[in-house]
């Protein structure tokens, strides 16, 4: 147990050190961050003095994920919906890390249990953020094939793309209003029509929307009635949408129950480890319990994995 300590006493030194590192600016910044040659115009408010230690941190995460091809932080708090600045969230993760790892250094000491609980209360903001993306969008494909017929009838009645779409976007509601009038501000500030939609794809990840840009782009290649195409788009994701209702409802009971089995587990023995720790304590001090909870994990996984595949279509 004390190799244990030794080894999670260095990796939090580790951690602490290499944030330390990452937040602290260049040589060539000065004390606010910025480069020497920039000055400061204004003041800066008391939320962007909080925040400035984080954005070194925020900005090389943004890099990492953008060079991999995947989503910038930025880009996830978008599509979350969610008024936040990139080093903000760093600095609510870095926040939560700090409290899980003090509540577990307070109950249970230098033990496993104190990295542990530091890194799931890391990762509680970003679960958080993936939850409100997912409800988002929820929203907002169940809205779209109404907001595609607006549009579909704007066109019949004589107004081009760009002007169905900011007049679309003045009836429609949260969180497709937002969308338009924000691909409507593009556009008067240069963007192209196609451009400023394939933005709003990228920013809401929905495959319905991505269908409809891709079709606008095509018809603003080659031509053609494009009112009549939404029409049929409209059509489409309207009896998706009806289908992925009727198996939602089929398989709620479940999904229910799945999640249930999976997440009940680990609930409990959280509180037994919380509550009595003498008493769970064998679970992870003797080797029989050890190989006993890899069993009772790989097991629930299995489990777990069988119900999503039960319960999951693609429609």
Do not use: C
């Not at 899980?100 to 530091?118: E, K, M, N």
């Amino acid at each position: 147990m004390s190799v244990v300590i030794l080894i999670s006493i260095v990796a939090a030194a580790g951690v602490l050190l290499a944030g330390i590192a990452v937040a602290m600016p260049s040589a060539s910044a000065t004390r606010d961050g910025r480069p020497r040659w920039e000055t400061i115009s204004a003041p800066r408010s008391l939320r962007t003095r909080i925040s400035q230690p984080f954005e070194a941190l925020a900005d090389r995460s943004n890099r990492q994920h953008r060079l991999n091809g995947g989503l910038t932080l930025a880009e996830h708090l978008a599509r979350a919906d969610l008024k936040l600045r990139t080093s903000e969230f760093v600095m609510i993760q870095v926040g939560f890390l700090l409290g899980g790892a003090l509540i577990a250094l307070w109950r249970f000491g230098f033990s496993p249990q104190f990295v542990i609980a530091g890194v799931v209360a890391y990762l509680i903001p970003m679960r958080f953020v993936k939850w409100r993306q997912r409800r988002r969008l929820k929203k907002f494909n169940l809205r779209l094939p109404d907001t595609l017929s607006l549009l579909s009838n704007a066109m019949k009645a004589g107004l081009s793309l760009p002007q169905a779409i900011e007049s679309v976007s003045k009836n429609a509601s949260p969180p497709i209003s937002d969308e338009l009038e924000r691909a409507v501000r593009e556009t008067k500030l240069g963007s192209t029509t196609t451009a400023a939609l394939t933005n709003m794809v990228r920013r809401v990840g929905s495959d319905d929307l991505d269908l409809i840009v891709t079709a606008i782009a095509i018809q603003a290649t080659v031509g053609g009635n494009l009112a009549r195409v939404l029409d049929g788009i409209s059509h489409t994701i309207r009896q998706r949408v009806q289908i992925k209702s009727q198996i939602g409802a089929m398989t709620a009971q479940m999904r229910a129950s799945g999640w249930i089995i999976t997440l009940l587990p680990f609930i409990v023995a959280a509180i037994l480890n919380f509550i009595t720790p003498s008493y769970f304590r064998v679970m992870l001090t003797e080797p029989a319990g050890r190989v006993l909870l890899i069993l009772a994990g790989i097991s629930i996984f299995i489990g777990n994995v069988f119900v999503r595949r039960i319960t999951n279509f693609r429609v």
